[in-house]
């Protein structure tokens, strides 16, 4: 390739999302079309949409596609597909049929194109579904993602509006994918950082919704581009309580900390402190770990609302499973989010 794919992007992965303060502006007042069978929509909006089909079968659907965030173009398809992929698990879905989204621009090689559908193909038959087929557009700016369609019970779904007061909160994945792809691109990379970052960006969300789902979640969603404290202000505006956050207990990827204090950040931390900052509350948490839970995710790990209760027949199961598992906080009566 003559031309990095990142040097085509003008911000890359999660990062590139729409502000989530201005989507929630956009979106207020639409209301859907009346539909006894939308199970879920905008009203609230969550991961995906859930469409019961009967009494046992119901279609979660999503779609997310971003700019390259990597300059491998196999990685990018894997991370891209990754990233849609999850949302479904999110929901608590099995993935069954992906659509590709992509716009190229015509400069590239058909070997780059080629090599990120093939990455993306592998990725939703590892996950249980099949790629077959999408839609090209030209453009000057790459992006590549799927639509997704999976199968959930419609009892079975799980949503990010009903955490309850006494639930421990957990996540499945650390945090730190944004600020060490931009340090990388600042010439400040960590070599097993981004390493690492590369691994869990393309680390399915499966095996750990299936390790949770005999534990019936009260809440699920997954972390991604609005950061660790605009997704915990979605669940907990949603479900009406207070989400405490341990700041120390944050788990973070090599070298994510280290970039954080050098003063590195990505245009999503911005967007995420507009949306959240005046929900949340910081009780003595210092600069470099409140830059980690503003951080925009790429394909990032399910934060799960669970009764405290489970938390330790949980610890285990996820522990004989060698699934990444960390406890973060708790739920309490009361609104808004506190990191301390």
Same mark, same amino acid.
């Given at each position: 390739?003559?031309?990095?794919?990142?040097?085509?992007?003008?911000?890359?992965?999660?990062?590139?999302?729409?502000?989530?303060?201005?989507?929630?502006?956009?979106?207020?007042?639409?209301?859907?079309?009346?539909?006894?069978?939308?199970?879920?929509?905008?009203?609230?909006?969550?991961?995906?949409?859930?469409?019961?089909?009967?009494?046992?079968?119901?279609?979660?659907?999503?779609?997310?596609?971003?700019?390259?965030?990597?300059?491998?173009?196999?990685?990018?398809?894997?991370?891209?597909?990754?990233?849609?992929?999850?949302?479904?698990?999110?929901?608590?879905?099995?993935?069954?049929?992906?659509?590709?989204?992509?716009?190229?621009?015509?400069?590239?090689?058909?070997?780059?194109?080629?090599?990120?559908?093939?990455?993306?193909?592998?990725?939703?038959?590892?996950?249980?579904?099949?790629?077959?087929?999408?839609?090209?557009?030209?453009?000057?700016?790459?992006?590549?993602?799927?639509?997704?369609?999976?199968?959930?019970?419609?009892?079975?779904?799980?949503?990010?509006?009903?955490?309850?007061?006494?639930?421990?909160?957990?996540?499945?994945?650390?945090?730190?994918?944004?600020?060490?792809?931009?340090?990388?691109?600042?010439?400040?990379? /960590? *070599?097993?950082?981004?390493?690492?970052?590369?691994?869990?960006?393309?680390?399915? /969300?499966?095996?750990?919704?299936?390790?949770?789902?005999?534990?019936?979640?009260?809440?699920?969603?997954?972390?991604?581009?609005?950061?660790?404290?605009?997704?915990?202000?979605?669940?907990?505006?949603?479900?009406?309580?207070?989400?405490?956050?341990? *700041?120390?207990?944050?788990?973070?990827?090599?070298?994510?900390?280290?970039?954080?204090?050098?003063?590195?950040?990505?245009?999503?931390?911005?967007?995420?402190?507009?949306?959240?900052?005046?929900?949340?509350?910081?009780?003595?948490?210092?600069?470099?770990?409140?830059?980690?839970?503003?951080?925009?995710?790429?394909?990032?790990?399910?934060?799960?609302?669970?009764?405290?209760? $489970?938390?330790?027949?949980?610890?285990?199961?996820?522990?004989?499973? $060698?699934?990444?598992?960390?406890?973060?906080?708790?739920?309490?009566?009361?609104?808004?989010?506190?990191?301390?």
């Amino acid at each position: 390739m003559s031309v990095k794919l990142t040097d085509l992007a003008k911000s890359g992965g999660c990062a590139a999302k729409y502000s989530a303060a201005r989507l929630e502006e956009l979106l207020r007042g639409f209301v859907p079309a009346e539909a006894e069978n939308l199970l879920v929509g905008l009203a609230p909006a969550d991961d995906a949409a859930v469409y019961r089909l009967d009494d046992e079968r119901a279609l979660v659907f999503t779609l997310d596609f971003f700019p390259p965030l990597v300059d491998d173009p196999a990685l990018y398809g894997r991370i891209a597909a990754t990233n849609a992929l999850n949302d479904v698990f999110a929901m608590g879905g099995s993935p069954l049929l992906a659509l590709s989204i992509a716009a190229f621009p015509e400069s590239l090689p058909n070997e780059t194109l080629a090599a990120i559908f093939a990455a993306a193909a592998d990725q939703v038959r590892v996950a249980g579904g099949i790629l077959a087929g999408g839609h090209t557009l030209r453009d000057e700016e790459p992006k590549y993602g799927l639509a997704v369609i999976g199968t959930v019970h419609p009892k079975g779904f799980w949503s990010k509006s009903t955490a309850r007061p006494g639930d421990a909160i957990f996540l499945t994945k650390p945090l730190g994918t944004g600020l060490l792809l931009h340090a990388a691109r600042e010439g400040q990379g /960590n *070599a097993a950082g981004l390493e690492e970052a590369y691994g869990w960006m393309t680390t399915l /969300n499966g095996p750990a919704a299936d390790a949770l789902r005999p534990f019936l979640p009260n809440a699920v969603t997954d972390v991604t581009g609005f950061g660790l404290l605009g997704h915990a202000h979605e669940v907990a505006s949603r479900s009406g309580v207070r989400i405490v956050l341990d *700041a120390a207990g944050l788990p973070a990827m090599t070298g994510a900390l280290a970039a954080a204090a050098a003063g590195v950040r990505t245009g999503g931390d911005g967007r995420n402190r507009d949306f959240a900052r005046a929900h949340v509350e910081t009780v003595g948490v210092a600069d470099d770990l409140l830059a980690l839970a503003y951080d925009p995710q790429t394909a990032g790990g399910l934060l799960i609302s669970l009764p405290a209760d $489970k938390t330790v027949v949980l610890e285990a199961t996820f522990g004989a499973a $060698k699934l990444g598992l960390w406890r973060v906080g708790q739920v309490e009566e009361g609104d808004g989010v506190s990191l301390v």
